[in-house]
């Protein structure tokens, strides 16, 4: 067993520590270790995904108006969903053989500017307009990465869940409004970090509650208001004098709300039934390292939002029964094996590296781009296997020898994922921006592209100040409204400068539920709603802390001596106490 190693990251300069589990499945599957730290990796992946920036475009092959991720500068030629996945159009036509007096990188960013794009990632949708990264789902709206769920606005990351508005990040949920993390809870609003909660309304950290009211740490709890116990009669009287429908009573409320989950207890990491592992939001899983979102997953190191994988390392979107994936973005659906540095790429794909967007169980391929149910190809040409194994042989070989180097001089050999220079995307139209934010100035020194919003033409029709305060005062004629967003009367949040919308209007959707909800119209755009809720989600990242805890009533005198990895940052001002002080106190 070669033992952990530290090393200096390519990009950030910061030492990092290569653990002999990490070198355990590098050997496994035969990859040289990384020269990025696990921060930097993440960035650099997330960097290939935009999930929320689109561009209006047309077919390249049909001639049809559509959505496209891409922006217009960039050139490509985009293919509807339904002309993307026909027989009108063959990848290979784009083939072309290896020049080993060029960088691989080089070549591939050629034939990756070449090849027909999709338009959205989108699979098996009903009516889901301006939404990307969404599987099996119908009625969604702007919600990108939505997974198996029904009537989901202007949300992010829903999983099996319906009649969900403004969330991020929930599971097996319904009827849910402006949630972040939360497992398994109906007819509730403002949660965070909640489980099997059922009409609750501001809470943080509770599980299996009902009927409680601003309050957090709580478990088992019913008709809790405010951290105290009432009876339902109680509860009830003072739940009924509040009127929710109000904007400016919720604004208050809000204000609470924040103030309250600063104050209440944190633990270090959020888990349901994980076991040996590290990381936050980890569900029944196991062995997971440096793991944030995911579920149902065992032996997972370095991964993102994956779901039912196993034996994987440095994800981004990933699961579905697969397995041995590693460095990818959007990978491994369906039972996929042994998918490496590659984007997009799904459904029965085995043996695959450097390659996107190839679909339909393509096995035994490298450095590709689009194709569908191929084996044996190299940059969309195909070959025999007896050839083809022996190209890889000598591509690889030529990627040691002669690496990438990009415009600052990070050098990529075999091993490493696409570098961030190549991305598709400008920097502050991918997650990169939402999970590592960077001013513009950083973004160049970085070396990667930053691109300017294109100037809104939106001519609003009221003002956020002017709509009505009440849900039950609205009339159906506010959705013929164009509504300037509040930020333009009150000045910009400094998370959505470059990013406001600065007008938008209400979908019939969107009225229905909130009436249903008894909940008042928003008033900042889609945009700066999404940004002002990322502040409620932690980071992928994790720090070395101390616990907080000084309470002599716990197993310990004195200050608390147990340290632990979290994603809340020393400079915040969260009380963090370790998994036992945690315990003693909320359990």
């Known amino acids: 067993m070669t033992e952990a190693q530290n090393k200096i990251c390519q990009s950030c300069k910061k030492s990092f520590t290569i653990e002999s589990e990490d070198f355990n499945f590098y050997e496994r599957i035969k990859v040289p270790p990384p020269t990025f730290c696990p921060d930097c990796r993440f960035q650099r992946r997330m960097m290939f995904r935009n999930e929320r920036t689109m561009y209006r475009s047309v077919c390249g092959l049909c001639g049809k108006n559509v959505l496209s991720a891409y922006a217009p500068e960039k050139n490509y030629k985009i293919y509807c969903h339904e002309c993307w996945w026909s027989d009108a159009w063959d990848p290979l036509a784009y083939g072309k053989g290896y020049d080993f007096n060029k960088p691989f990188f080089v070549q591939f960013q050629e034939l990756y500017d070449s090849v027909p794009r999709l338009a959205l990632e989108a699979y098996q949708n009903q009516n889901c307009p301006y939404t990307n990264f969404t599987w099996y789902s119908k009625d969604a709206y702007f919600s990108p990465s939505t997974l198996y769920s029904e009537n989901v606005v202007n949300s992010n990351g829903t999983w099996y869940s319906r009649d969900i508005i403004d969330s991020v990040n929930l599971q097996n949920c319904q009827w849910c409004y402006e949630s972040v993390h939360a497992v398994n809870c109906s007819e509730s609003i403002y949660l965070l970090a909640s489980k099997d909660c059922l009409s609750c309304k501001f809470l943080y950290d509770s599980r299996n509650c009902s009927n409680c009211f601003m309050s957090g740490n709580l478990r088992g709890k019913n008709h809790v208001w405010r951290g105290e116990q009432l009876t339902k009669e109680e509860y009830d009287k003072r739940l009924s004098e509040i009127d929710f429908g109000s904007h400016q009573v919720m604004q208050e409320l809000v204000g609470e709300y924040k103030n309250l989950c600063k104050s209440l207890i944190h633990r270090p990491a959020e888990y349901v039934n994980a ?43 990933a699961g579905d029964k697969a397995s041995f994936l590693y460095e990818g973005v959007n990978i491994g659906f369906m039972g996929d094996e042994h998918i490496y540095f590659s984007t997009n790429s799904f459904s029965g794909e085995r043996n695959i590296q450097y390659c996107d967007n190839v679909r339909n169980s393509c096995t035994d391929i490298f450095g590709c781009v689009g194709l569908r149910g191929k084996q044996y190809c190299v940059f969309n040409k195909q070959y025999t296997r007896e050839e083809y194994e022996d190209l890889k042989s000598k591509i690889i070989e030529q990627m040691e020898n002669v690496p990438y180097t990009d415009k600052i001089g990070r050098v990529y050999g075999y091993g490493e994922f696409f570098p961030g220079e190549l991305s598709p995307f400008s920097y502050n139209e991918t997650i990169a921006q939402e999970y590592f934010p960077l001013t513009k100035s950083a973004v160049v020194e970085y070396g990667f592209s930053w691109r300017e919003p294109d100037g809104k033409d939106y001519h609003p029709t009221m003002r956020a100040s002017d709509m009505p305060d009440r849900i039950q005062d609205t009339k159906d004629s506010i959705l013929d409204e164009v509504v300037g967003c509040a930020h333009l009367e009150f000045g910009h949040d400094a998370m959505c400068e470059g990013i406001c919308a600065t007008a938008f209007k209400l979908t019939k959707q969107e009225l229905e539920m909130l009436r249903y909800l008894n909940l008042p119209l928003p008033r900042a755009c889609y945009n700066c709603r999404h940004y002002e809720r990322l502040k409620r989600r932690n980071p992928y990242q994790l720090w070395h802390r101390a616990c907080m805890c000084d309470k002599s009533s716990h197993a310990h005198s004195g200050k608390c001596s147990a340290e632990f990895e979290t994603s809340y940052s020393p400079n915040r001002s969260e009380i963090v106490y370790c998994e036992a002080c945690y315990n003693a106190e909320v359990a």
């Open 275 to 317: 076991q040996d592992s590290v990381g936050n939001y980890i569900v029944n899983s196991k062995e997971c390292f440096y793991c944030f979102n995911v579920k149902d997953s065992q032996n997972m190191r370095y991964t993102g939002q994956a779901d039912k994988c196993r034996d994987s390392c440095d994800l981004y979107g």
